[in-house]
């Protein structure tokens, strides 16, 4: 699968540098965007695109973010060379940022309709810190397209692992989405007994729907069904997705990593996960053993969109929005209704602004 990653805005730009950084993508397969170079990587090498026309930024304004791509749209800076030799295009952007959660959900239907590509959308969920962050993001999931493959990262999942720390939470948080495309493009796919080729990976990861890649790596040989088992609830209680409660996927797909020691301990049958995710209409299975460390991933794909969680975020926009005063500051209409006493003005001895009478107007005075 043959994949070009872009990241959008100030949280997509920094997911696209880790994946650089970490050598799963060449520079010449990504490519940052922004409405300012501010934001950009200063080390990144790649592909950059500045969305804004006079390099300004949107300060969290979606509505800025819409018009700049609209205008770079029509400019011609989205009309990528050599975009037709990449089969997949996997958008990451935060969705409570101005840049990212505007233009996003455009430049996506772009790539889909005009470049007729696959098209992912990594979407970085934040912290619900402010009324806009939460409006932003309930805005971005209104807009999403359709005939898209969306995933969701909750930076705020990996608080607790980061101390608290919110910066090193978002860097937890872009490492999660390398391993998850490492997953569901099946860069570390091997030959073996059971496999999932390349028609299937592509049928299984460019379902349109909600999707969610869980991966697990085990720190010892499995020894009984119970253990696997126990593994994979493990990976769906822990699941760094925010949760679709209707899910009814439509394709999963299941990694198995796994040495001649953990074979037996295998539970074919997966119970848990269609239990959680719904019984797919197909099921893909990698079997292989690449003698490094064993672990165990499954993507599922084709869901339903996490509903309930977006309308969860937008209740707690709601009731953050009532708190915000939005009272008019009435400061000034009331002070010009105050007036002073007239007669006071008699108390005023500097009149230094004041002209003084003319000279001939003196003179007159005296004319008989």
Same mark, same amino acid.
């Given at each position: ?38 934001? /950009?990587?200063?080390?990144? =090498? ?6 804004? &026309?006079?390099?300004?930024?949107? +300060? ?15 400019? +011609?800076?989205?009309n ?14 935060s ?8 233009s996003?959900?455009?430049i996506?239907q772009?790539? =889909?309709?005009?470049?007729?590509k ?16 939460l409006?932003?993001?309930? $805005?971005?999931f ?15 999942? /990996? ?10 939470? $978002? ?12 997953v569901?493009?099946? #860069? ?30 085990l ?8 253990? %696997? ?12 997705s ?17 040495? &001649? ?18 019984? &797919?209409?197909?099921? %893909? ?5 690449? +003698?490094?460390?064993e672990?165990?991933? %499954? ?5 339903? #969109? &996490?509903?309930?969680?977006?309308? +969860?975020?937008? $209740? ?8 915000v ?8 209409? $009331? ?11 008699m108390?005023n ?7 003084? #009478?003319s000279?001939?107007? %003196? ?6």
């Amino acid at each position: 699968m043959k994949t070009l990653l872009v990241g959008v805005g100030a949280a997509g730009n920094k997911a696209v540098y880790e994946a650089v950084n970490c050598q799963l993508f060449k520079d010449q397969d990504t490519i940052i965007i922004n409405s300012t170079s501010k934001d /950009f990587p200063k080390d990144y =090498k790649g592909n950059k695109i500045i969305l804004s &026309p006079n390099d300004t930024g949107c +300060g969290k304004e979606r509505s800025a973010a819409k018009e700049y791509v609209k205008l770079a749209i029509k400019a +011609g800076k989205l009309n990528i060379e050599n975009i037709s030799n990449y089969d997949t295009i996997i958008i990451c952007t935060s969705v409570e940022g101005g840049t990212g959660s505007g233009s996003t959900p455009i430049i996506a239907q772009y790539f =889909k309709q005009v470049a007729n590509k696959n098209v992912h959308v990594v979407a970085f969920t934040g912290f619900e810190e402010d009324v806009r962050g939460l409006a932003n993001t309930v $805005e971005f999931f209104q807009e999403l397209d359709k005939d898209i493959v969306v995933q969701t990262i909750s930076n705020a999942s /990996f608080l607790e692992k980061a101390n608290n720390n919110k910066f090193k939470a $978002e860097e937890l948080a872009d490492k999660e989405m390398c391993t998850r495309i490492r997953v569901f493009t099946g #860069m570390d796919f091997i030959e073996s007994e059971q496999n999932i080729d390349d028609t299937d990976i592509n049928k299984v990861s460019n379902t349109t729907g909600y999707m969610t890649v869980e991966y697990k790596q085990l720190r010892k040989p499995l020894e009984e069904q119970e253990d %696997f088992n126990k593994v994979i609830k493990n990976m769906i209680y822990n699941s760094h997705s925010i949760k679709s409660n209707n899910p009814g996927a439509i394709r999963t797909g299941v990694i198995l990593n796994i040495s &001649p020691e953990s074979v037996d301990a295998i539970d074919y049958s997966f119970t848990d996960i269609y239990e959680t995710y719904g019984k &797919p209409y197909e099921n %893909f299975l990698q079997k292989q053993w690449d +003698g490094k460390k064993e672990y165990i991933a %499954f993507i599922i794909s084709g869901m339903n #969109m &996490p509903l309930d969680e977006v309308k +969860g975020i937008y $209740e707690r926009y709601k009731e953050a929005s009532e708190k915000v005063n939005k009272e008019v500051d009435k400061f000034n209409k $009331e002070m010009n209704s105050l007036s002073l006493n007239e007669e006071d003005e008699m108390f005023n001895m500097l009149k230094s602004q004041e002209k003084g #009478m003319s000279t001939t107007d %003196f003179l007159s005075q005296f004319d008989d």
